[in-house]
Protein backbone atom coordinates (compact mmCIF):
# COMPACT_ATOMS: atom_id res chain seq x y z
CA UNK A 1 0.00 0.00 0.00
CA UNK A 2 1.00 3.33 -0.88
CA UNK A 3 1.56 6.12 1.65
CA UNK A 4 -0.92 8.12 -0.08
CA UNK A 5 -3.57 5.12 -0.20
CA UNK A 6 -2.86 4.60 3.73
CA UNK A 7 -3.91 8.64 4.78
CA UNK A 8 -6.88 8.12 2.04
CA UNK A 9 -8.28 4.72 3.84
CA UNK A 10 -7.31 6.62 7.62
CA UNK A 11 -8.80 9.45 6.62
CA UNK A 12 -12.44 7.86 5.41
CA UNK A 13 -12.17 5.56 8.45
CA UNK A 14 -12.29 9.23 10.51
CA UNK A 15 -14.98 10.32 8.90
CA UNK A 16 -17.35 6.87 9.62
CA UNK A 17 -15.45 7.01 12.74
CA UNK A 18 -16.77 10.80 13.50
CA UNK A 19 -20.31 10.02 12.13
CA UNK A 20 -20.47 6.88 14.41
CA UNK A 21 -19.65 9.61 17.35
CA UNK A 22 -22.33 11.81 16.18
CA UNK A 23 -24.85 8.82 16.91
CA UNK A 24 -23.26 8.37 20.17
CA UNK A 25 -23.50 11.81 21.41
CA UNK A 26 -27.08 12.26 19.79
CA UNK A 27 -28.24 8.65 21.66
CA UNK A 28 -26.77 10.50 25.28
CA UNK A 29 -28.52 13.94 24.42
CA UNK A 30 -31.96 11.57 23.83
CA UNK A 31 -31.87 10.48 26.88
CA UNK A 32 -31.61 14.18 28.46
CA UNK A 33 -34.98 14.76 26.22
CA UNK A 34 -36.51 12.13 27.78
CA UNK A 35 -35.58 13.30 31.42
CA UNK A 36 -37.20 16.53 30.11
CA UNK A 37 -40.35 15.77 28.73
CA UNK A 38 -40.81 13.06 31.65
CA UNK A 39 -40.23 16.12 34.16
CA UNK A 40 -42.76 18.46 32.61
CA UNK A 41 -45.61 16.11 32.80
CA UNK A 42 -44.51 15.64 36.42
CA UNK A 43 -44.88 19.57 36.77
CA UNK A 44 -47.91 19.49 35.19
CA UNK A 45 -49.35 16.70 37.31
CA UNK A 46 -48.12 19.20 40.20
CA UNK A 47 -49.58 22.13 38.97
CA UNK A 48 -52.54 20.56 39.41
CA UNK A 49 -52.65 20.20 42.87
CA UNK A 50 -54.15 22.52 45.42
CA UNK A 51 -51.40 25.37 46.62
CA UNK A 52 -50.46 25.89 50.09
CA UNK A 53 -49.97 29.11 51.36
CA UNK A 54 -46.43 29.91 52.89
CA UNK A 55 -46.35 30.16 56.40
CA UNK A 56 -43.54 30.77 59.56
CA UNK A 57 -43.60 26.82 59.91
CA UNK A 58 -43.77 26.43 55.93
CA UNK A 59 -41.43 28.86 54.30
CA UNK A 60 -40.74 26.61 51.28
CA UNK A 61 -44.77 26.30 51.04
CA UNK A 62 -46.05 22.32 50.85
CA UNK A 63 -45.71 19.64 48.41
CA UNK A 64 -46.64 21.80 45.12
CA UNK A 65 -44.17 24.16 45.59
CA UNK A 66 -41.44 22.11 46.66
CA UNK A 67 -42.28 19.60 44.08
CA UNK A 68 -42.21 22.19 41.61
CA UNK A 69 -38.78 23.23 42.87
CA UNK A 70 -37.20 20.10 42.41
CA UNK A 71 -38.68 19.37 38.99
CA UNK A 72 -37.89 22.92 37.47
CA UNK A 73 -34.10 21.84 38.43
CA UNK A 74 -34.17 18.59 37.15
CA UNK A 75 -35.19 20.15 33.76
CA UNK A 76 -32.95 22.73 33.72
CA UNK A 77 -30.23 20.04 34.88
CA UNK A 78 -31.20 18.47 31.49
CA UNK A 79 -31.50 20.83 29.62
CA UNK A 80 -27.49 22.08 30.04
CA UNK A 81 -27.15 17.94 29.04
CA UNK A 82 -28.84 18.48 26.11
CA UNK A 83 -26.50 21.58 25.37
CA UNK A 84 -23.31 19.89 26.34
CA UNK A 85 -24.54 16.97 23.97
CA UNK A 86 -24.82 19.56 21.02
CA UNK A 87 -21.69 20.79 21.75
CA UNK A 88 -19.91 17.83 21.21
CA UNK A 89 -22.09 17.17 18.10
CA UNK A 90 -20.79 20.68 16.83
CA UNK A 91 -17.60 19.17 17.88
CA UNK A 92 -18.18 16.09 15.21
CA UNK A 93 -19.19 18.24 12.46
CA UNK A 94 -16.17 20.85 13.18
CA UNK A 95 -13.94 17.78 12.82
CA UNK A 96 -15.77 16.40 9.80
CA UNK A 97 -15.39 19.88 8.10
CA UNK A 98 -11.13 19.66 8.67
CA UNK A 99 -11.10 16.02 6.88
CA UNK A 100 -12.76 17.46 4.05
CA UNK A 101 -9.99 20.40 3.81
CA UNK A 102 -7.05 16.96 4.34
CA UNK A 103 -9.01 14.84 1.28
CA UNK A 104 -9.45 18.07 -0.80
CA UNK A 105 -5.21 17.80 -0.30
CA UNK A 106 -5.59 14.44 -2.04
CA UNK A 107 -6.28 15.63 -5.20
CA UNK A 108 -3.69 16.99 -6.21
CA UNK A 109 -1.84 14.20 -6.39
CA UNK A 110 -4.66 11.20 -7.30
CA UNK A 111 -2.65 8.80 -9.85
CA UNK A 112 -0.87 7.82 -6.31
CA UNK A 113 -4.33 6.73 -4.48
CA UNK A 114 -5.94 5.43 -7.71
CA UNK A 115 -3.24 2.78 -8.40
CA UNK A 116 -4.75 0.95 -5.24
CA UNK A 117 -8.39 1.12 -6.18
CA UNK A 118 -9.05 4.48 -3.74
CA UNK A 119 -10.39 7.62 -5.47
CA UNK A 120 -9.70 10.85 -3.81
CA UNK A 121 -12.85 12.56 -5.81
CA UNK A 122 -14.70 9.48 -4.30
CA UNK A 123 -13.32 9.83 -0.82
CA UNK A 124 -13.84 14.18 -0.90
CA UNK A 125 -17.65 13.49 -1.86
CA UNK A 126 -18.13 11.00 0.72
CA UNK A 127 -16.91 13.02 3.12
CA UNK A 128 -18.56 16.12 1.60
CA UNK A 129 -21.84 14.18 1.83
CA UNK A 130 -21.25 13.13 5.29
CA UNK A 131 -19.82 16.83 6.79
CA UNK A 132 -23.56 17.96 4.52
CA UNK A 133 -26.17 15.78 6.62
CA UNK A 134 -24.13 16.36 9.86
CA UNK A 135 -24.31 20.18 10.08
CA UNK A 136 -27.59 19.95 8.72
CA UNK A 137 -28.92 17.77 11.69
CA UNK A 138 -27.01 20.36 14.30
CA UNK A 139 -28.61 22.98 12.55
CA UNK A 140 -31.72 21.00 12.82
CA UNK A 141 -31.84 20.01 16.57
CA UNK A 142 -30.62 23.12 17.54
CA UNK A 143 -33.26 25.04 16.18
CA UNK A 144 -35.66 21.95 17.77
CA UNK A 145 -34.03 23.11 21.28
CA UNK A 146 -34.56 26.78 20.78
CA UNK A 147 -38.48 26.19 19.61
CA UNK A 148 -38.70 24.65 23.30
CA UNK A 149 -37.11 26.64 25.18
CA UNK A 150 -38.70 29.83 23.44
CA UNK A 151 -41.88 27.61 24.12
CA UNK A 152 -43.21 27.05 20.89
CA UNK A 153 -43.32 23.57 20.75
CA UNK A 154 -43.99 21.39 23.26
CA UNK A 155 -42.19 18.61 25.62
CA UNK A 156 -44.05 15.45 23.63
CA UNK A 157 -42.59 17.72 20.29
CA UNK A 158 -39.23 18.21 21.64
CA UNK A 159 -39.03 14.45 21.81
CA UNK A 160 -40.90 13.38 19.29
CA UNK A 161 -38.57 15.86 16.56
CA UNK A 162 -35.39 14.34 18.61
CA UNK A 163 -36.36 11.01 18.57
CA UNK A 164 -34.85 10.75 14.83
CA UNK A 165 -32.02 12.33 12.98
CA UNK A 166 -33.86 13.25 9.97
CA UNK A 167 -31.26 15.20 7.96
CA UNK A 168 -29.31 12.72 8.06
CA UNK A 169 -32.10 9.82 7.35
CA UNK A 170 -32.34 12.10 4.03
CA UNK A 171 -28.67 12.03 3.30
CA UNK A 172 -28.41 8.36 3.81
CA UNK A 173 -31.68 7.77 1.78
CA UNK A 174 -30.01 9.96 -1.36
CA UNK A 175 -27.15 8.06 -1.06
CA UNK A 176 -29.38 4.66 -1.45
CA UNK A 177 -30.72 6.16 -4.25
CA UNK A 178 -27.84 6.98 -5.96
CA UNK A 179 -26.19 3.88 -5.49
CA UNK A 180 -29.56 2.08 -7.08
CA UNK A 181 -29.42 4.43 -10.11
CA UNK A 182 -25.21 3.16 -10.33
CA UNK A 183 -25.93 -0.05 -10.20
CA UNK A 184 -29.22 -0.22 -12.65
CA UNK A 185 -27.31 1.68 -15.30
CA UNK A 186 -24.15 -0.58 -14.46
CA UNK A 187 -26.50 -3.57 -14.92
CA UNK A 188 -28.06 -2.17 -18.21
CA UNK A 189 -25.09 -1.41 -19.71
CA UNK A 190 -23.78 -5.16 -19.40
CA UNK A 191 -21.24 -4.93 -16.45
CA UNK A 192 -23.54 -6.70 -14.23
CA UNK A 193 -26.18 -9.73 -14.33
CA UNK A 194 -28.11 -8.64 -11.57
CA UNK A 195 -32.08 -8.25 -11.81
CA UNK A 196 -33.13 -5.41 -9.95
CA UNK A 197 -36.47 -5.08 -8.70
Given at each position: ??????????L??????????????????????????????Q???????????????R??GGI??R?????????????????????K??????????????????????????????????????V???F?Q?????????????????????????L??????????????????????????W????G????M?
Amino acid sequence: MSAATAPLAHLLHRADELSRSFHSHHAGSLNNVQTIASACSQLQNLLALPATPVTRSRPEGGIRERGMVKVQETIEEALAGVRDDLSKMEGDVEQLNSLLFEADLFLSTPSLALQHGLNPKEALTHVSGLFAQYQAELIRLREVLADFTAEDIGPEDLLAEWRTMKEVDKGQEAELSDLVDVLGSWGSGGGLDVEMS
